[in-house]
């Protein structure tokens, strides 16, 4: 059994180990930055305002309905008749709904961190269809009809920066605050003037809405036939919602994109029947289609990442050093490859404090640059050649290059890791095919530098 061999490798294997230790602060302090930075994000929102959804319009028709019957004293047993009225709404949905909105993104700043807002310039308009008597066929002198109201849900109002105004047929009507409507949450709503019940008709309507919001914006497709289109100058949008578009268009310039749906894929009309009166109707804001503004420079996911291949990367450099070591017969001391790992660690701290200031990629190729030098001219004395040290500098500098590949390529991280993986063991297999491991340690070797 070769002693001293097994001893070296379980040494390197322990520092390998311990290495955990400041690797596991770094990863907490990595997490502590990204909820700061969260917590900034959304004071930053909760000053101007949230994501936004918008819901609407929908058309209310409050009635009170008077109902006659038999009923029985419960005490007596005798039966008495009675009348009593009972309020309700009818709700009619656009039979064309349409939005067409125009985006463009703004940075807020607090101290280090930043937030992205949008602004938001939206034309609403579509058509209802209203059915004589509003479709009450049964009994319909028994209905009052009070005045009906539009309906407008818009999940934060603070967003709203224009007089909204209502073109409706040949008319103009002003919004007023609240939607109205409990089933929408917070909003605008707009009384309507008197309809004529008796008779079926048609009323067309549009308005323009300048909205903000942080984060996303989210449409409900409301009318039997929707169609939205929206486009931005954020050439990095998410696309999310239950429904995708049906064109889209991203470029560097930002993006375009179109939704195209109709009753037959949203199942609106039931899904509002099944709405109840007091609260806000979950169901019916879940189906809703729309963009969020992702930030794909985000260095503290990325620095996140970087240091779960911290393992890798620390393992497959202290194997170039032990090869270093077990072909050109040196010895090298633990405490030298404690001091090479802990530089290794401080890359991390030197990428995520940097990153703060200048960003990702300049960030990741000063503090690379910063460790290849100082593990070169350090490797260059305890090898005891300069040549040595520069080509481990070169191979050093080559890992980290591979790394920030890894980082760059989300969809293909795992697959560029076996690779990897599998180059460098095939790279230590093939240089020590002929090395007989058996006399590794048991050799002279020089002594190692003072």
């Keep these: ?22 690797l596991l602060m ?21 000053s101007s305002s949230f994501a936004q959804q918008l819901t609407g319009p ?74 004589a008597n509003y479709d009450v066929s049964e009994k319909l002198e028994d209905y009052s009809f009070e005045q009906p109201f539009l309906s407008v849900g818009i999940s934060d109002i603070r967003g709203i920066n224009n007089d909204l105004k209502l073109e409706l047929n040949n008319q103009r009507l002003s919004f007023q605050p609240g939607s109205g409507e409990p089933i929408l949450g917070s909003g605008v709503h707009v009384p309507l003037p008197a309809l004529n019940v008796a008779e079926q008709q ?32 954020w050439p990095h949008p998410s696309f999310s919602g239950l429904y995708l578009p049906t064109e889209r268009s991203v470029s560097a310039q930002g993006f375009k994109a179109k939704w195209h749906t109709s009753f037959f894929a949203t199942n609106m009309q039931e899904t509002l029947a099944g709405c109840r009166s007091g609260g806000e109707c979950r169901a019916l804001m879940s ?31 202290f194997a170039v050093f032990f090869l270093f070591e077990v072909l050109k017969r040196m010895a090298v001391h633990p405490m030298q490859y404690a001091l090479v790992g802990l530089s290794l660690a401080l890359f991390y701290l030197l990428l995520i404090s940097l990153s703060e200031h200048i960003g990702f990629a300049l960030a990741y190729s000063i503090s690379a640059t910063a460790c290849v030098a100082l593990i070169s001219f350090y490797v260059s004395y305890v090898l005891r050649s300069v040549t040595r040290g520069i080509g481990f500098g070169l191979l050093l500098g080559m890992l980290y290059a591979m790394l920030y590949g890894l980082l760059s390529a989300e969809d293909y991280a795992l697959l560029m890791g076996s690779i990897l993986v599998f180059a460098v063991l095939g790279c230590f297999m093939v240089l020590t095919r002929n090395l007989d491991w058996y006399g590794v340690g048991k050799s002279s070797v020089a002594s190692p530098a003072k």
């Design 1 to 22: 059994m070769n002693r001293p061999l097994l001893f070296k490798l379980g040494t390197i294997a322990l520092l390998v180990v311990l290495l955990f230790i400041p």
């Design 26 to 46: 770094i990863d907490n302090l990595v997490s502590d930055r990204q909820y700061q930075r969260d917590r900034v994000v959304d004071d930053i929102a909760r």
């Design 58 to 131: 929908v058309l209310v028709v409050p009635y009170t309905q008077a109902k006659r019957g038999w009923k029985t004293n419960k005490k007596t047993g005798e039966r008495y008749w009675e009348e009593w009225q009972v309020r309700g709404r009818l709700y009619f949905l656009p039979e064309q709904f349409s939005l067409n909105g125009s985006m463009r993104t703004e940075l807020r700043s607090r101290g280090i961190y930043q937030a992205r807002l949008y602004h938001s310039d939206n034309r609403i308009s579509g058509a209802f269809n209203l059915p």
């Design 202 to 233: 048609t009323l067309n309507f549009a308005f323009d809405l300048k909205l903000q919001g942080t984060g996303s914006l989210h449409v409900t497709p409301i009318g039997r036939d929707s169609l939205v289109e929206l486009s931005s100058d």
């Design 287 to 317: 189906r809703s289609m729309g963009v969020s503004f992702v930030d794909p420079v985000d260095h503290y996911l990325k620095a996140e990442r970087s240091v779960k291949y911290a393992l890798l990367f620390i393992t497959l450099t």
